[in-house]
């Protein structure tokens, strides 16, 4: 029992420890995209919010080659501006690495995700979109996944 609890204690310590290298990861990758620049963009905007119930005004997506980058969102009712990052994958995996929430005037942010292999790694959600992602910020990843949108968009 106590090497038991040992192991156990120790494989959180592993698991916590990798922690700030995964953030440090998604930071740089995050850094490279925004550097290297896009090939070419499309903008998605959404007619159907007002019948769908959806929040979204404009989605823009950045592209390097056929790769999808970034998206940025904005919102019909609310000032706030999200950026989504996506990483490497396969095109059926949803790829979102990063996820920030942020007023465009103050650049105070409302909210930043983490996800590496589709597993949330750190969120700080203080002023959500939705009030349920308080409470479970993974749902902002599942609202935030856009690349179906711009996929559809672009045939």
Not at 40 to 55: F, I, P, Y
Not at 77 to 90: A, C, L, N
Not at 108 to 133: C, F, H
């Amino acid at each position: 029992m106590k090497y038991a609890l040992i192991f156990l204690i120790g494989g959180f310590g592993i698991c916590y420890a990798q922690l700030p290298e995964t953030v440090k990861h998604i930071d740089s990758l995050v850094a490279a995209i925004n550097s290297k620049g896009f090939t070419k963009n499309t903008v998605v905007h959404d007619t159907m919010s007002k019948l769908s119930g959806a929040q979204e005004k404009e989605i823009k997506a950045y592209f390097n080659g056929n790769m999808l980058k970034k998206v940025v969102v904005t919102f019909l009712h609310d000032e706030r501006i999200r950026e989504v990052y996506f990483g490497p994958g396969k095109d059926f995996e949803n790829k979102v690495i990063y996820i920030k929430d942020y007023d465009p005037v103050s650049n105070g942010i409302y909210a930043e995700i983490y996800v590496w292999q589709r597993k949330m790694v750190k969120s700080i959600v203080t002023d959500p979109l939705n009030a349920d992602e308080k409470n479970h910020p993974e749902r902002m990843i599942e609202r935030s996944n856009f690349e179906i949108i711009v996929k559809a968009h672009q045939k």
